[in-house]
């Protein structure tokens, strides 16, 4: 219970720079003509995952995702985790983000 006004803090924080990140890419969409929210977003969250790739070739790409995961996490907690949990949560989840799609998509 002592620690909750600093977690208060720290989600406050976290979903600010969510929105951030969400209102910086509305507005560069909005500034080169695209709609904010097109038909490949649409399709990227609601449409059906069309992944064709042989099991061992996914295994190791697969594999290969965690162990880079891993790495990026250890990295960005050693050099972010001073700045607090929310900066070091947002910039974990881009970033792991963009591994996975990478690797496994």
């Given at each position: 219970?002592?620690?909750?006004?600093?977690?208060?803090?720290?989600?406050?924080?976290f979903?600010?720079?969510?929105?951030?990140?969400?209102?910086?890419?509305?507005?560069r969409?909005?500034?080169?003509?695209?709609?904010?929210?097109?038909?490949?977003?649409?399709?990227?969250?609601?449409?059906?995952a069309?992944?064709?790739?042989?099991?061992?070739?996914?295994?190791?790409?697969?594999?290969?995702?965690?162990?880079?995961?891993?790495?990026?996490?250890?990295?960005?907690?050693?050099?972010?985790?001073?700045?607090?949990?929310?900066?070091?949560?947002?910039?974990?989840?881009?970033?792991?983000?963009?591994?996975?799609?990478?690797?496994?998509?």
């Amino acid at each position: 219970m002592e620690h909750s006004g600093t977690y208060l803090w720290e989600v406050i924080t976290f979903l600010a720079i969510l929105s951030m990140a969400i209102a910086v890419l509305v507005v560069r969409r909005k500034a080169s003509g695209s709609p904010a929210f097109s038909d490949r977003d649409r399709q990227l969250f609601f449409g059906r995952a069309e992944v064709r790739v042989s099991k061992p070739r996914l295994c190791l790409n697969f594999g290969i995702a965690v162990l880079l995961c891993y790495f990026a996490s250890f990295l960005e907690y050693l050099f972010l985790a001073r700045f607090g949990a929310s900066i070091l949560a947002a910039a974990q989840l881009l970033t792991l983000l963009a591994i996975v799609k990478k690797w496994l998509c």
